[in-house]
């Protein structure tokens, strides 16, 4: 079975650009999440959607993020412009439900 | 923030058992006990959850005590690939728009397997 799918997996990147990251969720879940890890904050929630719906982003550090989901099978999340504070591990989640979440295996961005 | 504490780090023997403690000693009546591992580089797995009683799968046991202010987690025979970050997360009955079933990760316990 194909897991959540996350590209690219590895970006590097210029402050002040545009990043796109990429999630395909599994096939058939109704949620999809959006975490940061990083070293001093550890594994944080940015944001969920619920049937493409955004539900909470509280957890959004600043209006420089968005996400979107324009459809069940994708999901974007976009920082415009970047700063090198956002270098992390993004990693986008799924769940049918209450079910468990499965995570993909994040993108690490490096901003320069 | 985490409602659960865990040692910081663990060594195992491998082939042998490893028990991993979490306290969690303000859980309330409807909220459950979670497991997941994080493999260097890869994103967080599902292990187990449990309410109450004790539950087992293909990857280990979950033993929560009845008070329910603690739990253990159980690799019945760790293996070098069992080598990961350990996090136990209290998480509440998910409100459509709330963030009790949210998953709130601390920092967990690094479990080194050694041959």
């Known amino acids: 079975d194909a897991g959540v799918i996350q590209s690219p997996r590895h970006e590097v990147t210029e402050m002040g650009q545009e990043v796109t990251l990429r999630c395909k969720p599994i096939?058939?879940?109704?949620?999809l999440f959006w975490y940061r890890q990083t070293m001093m904050r550890g594994l944080e929630l940015l944001i969920y959607f619920n049937n493409n719906v955004p539900i909470d982003d509280s957890g959004m550090p600043e209006d420089r993020f968005s996400a979107k989901m324009p459809n069940a099978s994708f999901s974007t999340l976009k920082i415009q412009p970047s700063e090198p504070r956002d270098s992390a591990v993004y990693f986008c989640a799924s769940s049918l439900g209450f079910q468990p979440q499965h995570f993909g295996d994040g993108t690490r961005l490096s901003i320069l | 923030d985490a409602k659960t504490t865990q040692p910081t780090s663990m060594d195992c023997a491998e082939g042998r058992a490893a028990n991993l403690p979490c306290n969690h000693s303000?859980?309330?009546?409807?909220?459950?006990v979670y497991w997941y591992r994080q493999i260097h580089s890869q994103g967080p797995q599902y292990i187990i959850h449990g309410l109450k009683n004790n539950e087992t799968n293909e990857m280990a046991s979950l033993i929560i005590t009845e008070d329910r202010k603690s739990s253990t987690l159980i690799l019945p025979h760790a293996t070098l690939r069992d080598t990961a970050v350990y996090y136990c997360?209290?998480?509440?009955?998910?409100?459509?728009?709330?963030?009790?079933?949210?998953?709130?990760f601390g920092k967990g316990t690094k479990l080194s397997v050694k041959p």
């Open positions: 997360i209290v998480r509440g009955t998910w409100n459509y728009g709330g963030s009790q079933g949210n998953l709130i």
């Open positions: 096939s058939g879940h109704d949620y």
């Open positions: 303000t859980i309330s009546g409807n909220e459950y």
